[in-house]
C-alpha cells in the first residue's frame, strides 16, 4: 500500500535540529526558567505587613522592589499623598521607595456586592546605595508613609447610620515598619538572589525560541522551493484541492497557536501569587512572561505551515 510521509522528516536534518531544540526547551528551559524566575522573586520583592518587622537581604548598588500590604482594597485603587520613603542609618537622605500617587476614584465606585476587597502590595523599586562603608554589614531603618484606598462598608468610626445600604469609605493605613538590611558582597548577592541563574535560563530560552524560529523559516522554504518543482512537473491541482490544502493550514495554525498560549497559560499560572497588578514581579520576569511564549507560539505556527506546505512523496511500505 500507499503511504504519504511528509519528505522532511524524512529526508531533512532540519527536522532533527527543531525536535532536538524543542526538547531542550520543553525539558530544560521552561522547567529552568519557572525555577529560577519563583528564586529571583522571592529574593527580590520584598512586601511589609502592618505591625511586622522586615528584615531582608541586598547588596550595594543592586536594584529590590520594597513595599506594603494592604488589606480590602476595591478595584485595587490606591493613593499615597507623599509616598512611602525608607530612612536608613548611615545615609543622609530618606530614600524614595514609593512614589506619591494622587486618588484616581470618586464618590462612587463600579464593583460587585459580593466584592470583600483585593489584597494589594504598594511596591516601588529601591537602589541600596553604593556609598555605604564596606565595613557595614547590617543597616536599620523605618519604612514610613501613608496610605489611602477605599474599603468596603461604611465607615466603622462614623455615627451616621443612614446613606445607602451597599457603601464603600476612604481608609488610610499609617506605615511605619522597621526594616533590617542584612548586607552580602555583590557578586554573591547575585548568584544567591537568583537573578544570574535567572539571566542564564531567560537568555538560554530566548536562543533556543530563536533557533527554533529560524529552523522553521528554512523548513519552510524548502518547503516552498519543493512544491515550486513540483507544480512544474505535473497538471495544476484542482479547485477543490487547493481549498482543502489551504483549510488544513489555516485549522493547523489555530490549533499550534493555542498550544502555544496554553505554554503561557502554564507559566503566568505558575507565577500567579506574584502577578503583575496585586503582587508586582521583577521586570525580567514580566517581560519573560510575554516575550517567551511569543516565540514558542511564532516557531509552532511557522513550523506548521512548513509542514502543510510541504509536498508528499509516495513511498511503498510492506
Not at 548586607?183 to 541563574?197: D, H, I, N
Not at 509552532?300 to 511503498?316: W, Y
Request: hydrophobic share 45%; net charge negative.
Amino acid at each position: 500500500m500507499l503511504l504519504s510521509i511528509p519528505s522532511f522528516a524524512k529526508n531533512h536534518a532540519v527536522f532533527s535540529l527543531a525536535l532536538l531544540d524543542f526538547l531542550l526547551l520543553l525539558l530544560l528551559g521552561i522547567p529552568g526558567y519557572i525555577i529560577t524566575s519563583h528564586s529571583y522573586a522571592s529574593h527580590t520583592v520584598f512586601v511589609a505587613h502592618k505591625d511586622k518587622p522586615l528584615t531582608l537581604t541586598a547588596a550595594q548598588g543592586t536594584n529590590v522592589l520594597l513595599g506594603f500590604q494592604i488589606d480590602g482594597s476595591l478595584n485595587n485603587y490606591w493613593a499615597s499623598p507623599n509616598g512611602l520613603t525608607l530612612t536608613l542609618d548611615g545615609v543622609n537622605q530618606p530614600l524614595m521607595v514609593v512614589e506619591p500617587k494622587e486618588r484616581d476614584w470618586n464618590d462612587s465606585i463600579h464593583t460587585t456586592l459580593s466584592d470583600p476587597g483585593n489584597s494589594l502590595d504598594v511596591v516601588g523599586a529601591l537602589t541600596i546605595p553604593s556609598s555605604i562603608s564596606d565595613s557595614q554589614h547590617t543597616l536599620k531603618g523605618t519604612l514610613s508613609g501613608s496610605i489611602d484606598y477605599p474599603a468596603p462598608g461604611r465607615d466603622p468610626n462614623s455615627s451616621d447610620s443612614s446613606g445607602p445600604l451597599f457603601a464603600f469609605h476612604n481608609k488610610t493605613m499609617d506605615v511605619n515598619v522597621p526594616v533590617q538590611i542584612q548586607l552580602e558582597s555583590q557578586g554573591s548577592f547575585l548568584w544567591a538572589s537568583g537573578y544570574l541563574p535567572f539571566q542564564i535560563f531567560y537568555w538560554a530560552d530566548i536562543a533556543l525560541c530563536s533557533g527554533l524560529i529560524l529552523l522553521a523559516i528554512v523548513a519552510l522554504m524548502r518547503a516552498l522551493a519543493a512544491r515550486s518543482r513540483t507544480s512544474t512537473q505535473r497538471p495544476t491541482a484542482g479547485t477543490a484541492s487547493r481549498m482543502k490544502e489551504a483549510i488544513q493550514m489555516v485549522l493547523g495554525a489555530i490549533v499550534i497557536s493555542a498550544i502555544g498560549f496554553f505554554i503561557f497559560f502554564l507559566i503566568i499560572e505558575n507565577l500567579g501569587e506574584k502577578s503583575d497588578l496585586l503582587h508586582p514581579i521583577p521586570g525580567e520576569i514580566s517581560t519573560g512572561n510575554l516575550l517567551l511564549p511569543l516565540l514558542i507560539t511564532i516557531a509552532c505556527v511557522v513550523g506548521l505551515v512548513a509542514v502543510l506546505a510541504q509536498p508528499d512523496k509516495k513511498v511503498k511500505t510492506s
